[in-house]
Structures are given as C-alpha cells and as structure tokens.
C-alpha cells in the first residue's frame, strides 16, 4: 500500500527534478509550486507535471502509459483552485474518469474536478488516480478529534 | 450517408430552438459571430454541436461523454476548441490518438476550429465519422486555372 507520506515525497522529488534549484542536491518542495500558483495567476504547469510524473512513477505504469486532458477553472476573480481532469489508459483507450449516467437525456461525465488549493489536497489528487489505476493507497487520517 | 447540408439544417433548427424564438430566423453563424465579437464563453456554441451529433448519429444521450473547452490565447479566445469525446458504453475515449513514437504522450483530446458555420459542420462531421456514420465529404475548394 502507498502510504500519503510516500505520495508527498513523490511530489516534492518530481518538482524537484524539473525545476530543481541550479545549486547540486538542493531539493524543492511540492507545497511552493501550489503557492507560486496562486501569488502569479498563471496556467500552473509546474503544477500539473510533478503531478502526473508522481501518478506515473507512484502506479509502475511506464512512460506515456496515460493520457490527460487538465484544466483549471477560472472564475471572474482568476483561477478558483480546482483543476478538472480527465484520464484515459492509453493503451485500452479507456477513459478512467468516466461515470455513467442512468437518464437517457443526460451525458455521461468524462471528467472529475478536483481542488488542489493545498499540499494535503494535492496528495488527495494523486490517492484518487492512484485508486482509479487500481494502487491501493492510504486513507488520509480525519482531522477531526473528540 | 449525411450530407453537409443536413448537418447545417440540423445546427441551425437546434440553435434558433434552444436560443432564438423558433422561428428560423436565427443561425449557428449568428452564434459563432456573436462569441467571437463578444469574447464570452461559447455555451450555446458548443451545445449545438455536441446536440447535432447526438441526433444525427441517433444516440441516447447517456451513451456519450463529452468534454469541451475554448482554447484561449494571452488575449482572447483562439476560435479553436478542445473537445474529448467518450463512448459511455465502451469507455473507450474516440479522439485519443497515439503518436508513433514510444516516448510520446497519448493525446486525448482533438482541437477543432469553429470560428464559420462551415467548421462547425466540419466538427459535427468529423465526430460523426468517430461514431461511424458516413458523412459527405467537404466539397473542394480548389480548381483549375
């Protein structure tokens, strides 16, 4: 089982590897791309690539083994934090972020959005696409306390 | 076989009875003009489309999955869109393409320009064929001189 700290470190060693500082050894942290998101406004690819490269590495599923379409969502004040998704096996071709729909008159949802506003919930991303590729991950541990 | 025409009929019925009066006056040009000179995001565009597809190909609703985004560039909309189309029953995604190469991301997504009525129909066509309907090809417009 993948545990969240083994996800976080995935994270913060797939940043690391694309924009590693320029000093040798010098490791980044996951947590800084999400902020550097929000403070420039700009489409957060930095973001989105350490995650597929943690999904990737995380699954044992090889190289390009995955397609993906991400979007984040702009409301009228910029980007509102979440990111829709949509995951396809590429070698099935099966879309894994499918759900059906029982009406008739309804499409089915091909997409999932998801928050990422935060480390914790970025790890939460991952679990998810995790479980979707058949990885058992586990459960982030309810911060509620009696 | 669908022809071009049929396809133009079926966006503009669907786009002056879900948007205009019903009356025929109004066209899925009047649309695509109106979202290109408004720069708002082009709902009523791509619901057309996508609804011209399901009753030409004569699918329920449910049986497809459809995903579809404006692509913009630093200042407006480009007059291209990105869509992803899902077979529900299957899941299998049609506008998934492989490129050749081993070390390349499968791409799942195909982006259709729809700035003219002729590339919208051009798009109905173009995924009315991934759903195996034949459908008249687009007359050249090329000659001799």
């Known amino acids: 089982m993948i545990t969240r700290k083994q996800i976080k470190q995935a994270l913060d060693e797939a940043y690391t590897a694309r924009y590693g500082g320029e000093e040798e050894g010098e490791a980044l942290e996951f947590a800084q791309a999400i902020d550097d998101w929000f403070e420039s406004g700009e489409y957060p690819f930095w973001v989105l690539e350490p995650l597929f490269d943690a999904i990737e590495r995380l699954s044992g599923k090889p190289p390009c083994a995955l397609g993906w379409y991400a979007e984040p969502v702009c409301d009228e004040l910029g980007y509102s934090g979440h990111i829709i998704f949509v995951l396809v096996d590429a070698e099935s071709g099966r879309c894994l972020t499918l759900s059906h729909s029982k009406s008739l008159n309804q499409h089915a949802r091909v997409s999932v959005s998801l928050p990422i506003t935060t480390e914790e919930e970025a790890i939460d991303a991952v679990a998810y696409f995790l479980q979707l590729l058949g990885v058992p991950v586990e459960e982030r541990v309810s911060e509620s306390a009696s | ?145």
């Open chain 2, 1 to 145: 076989m669908i022809t071009r025409e049929q396809i133009k009929k079926t966006l503009d019925e669907i786009y002056d009875a879900e948007y205009g009066d019903g009356d025929g006056e109004l066209t899925l040009a009047d649309g695509i003009s109106f979202w290109l000179q408004n720069g708002e995001y082009p709902f009523d565009v791509i619901e057309t489309i996508v609804e011209a597809v399901y009753e030409l190909s004569g699918k329920p609703h449910n049986a497809l999955g459809w995903y579809a985004e404006p692509l913009r560039d630093e200042w407006s909309y480009t007059g291209e869109i990105a869509f992803v189309l899902v077979d529900a029953e299957s899941g299998r995604c049609l506008t998934m393409h492989r490129p050749d190469r081993a070390d390349a991301e499968a791409s799942i997504s195909i982006a259709l320009p729809v700035t003219t009525e002729e590339e919208a129909i051009d798009a109905a066509a173009y995924f009315l064929r991934l759903l195996g309907v034949a459908v008249e090809e687009r007359p050249s417009h090329g000659g001799d001189v």
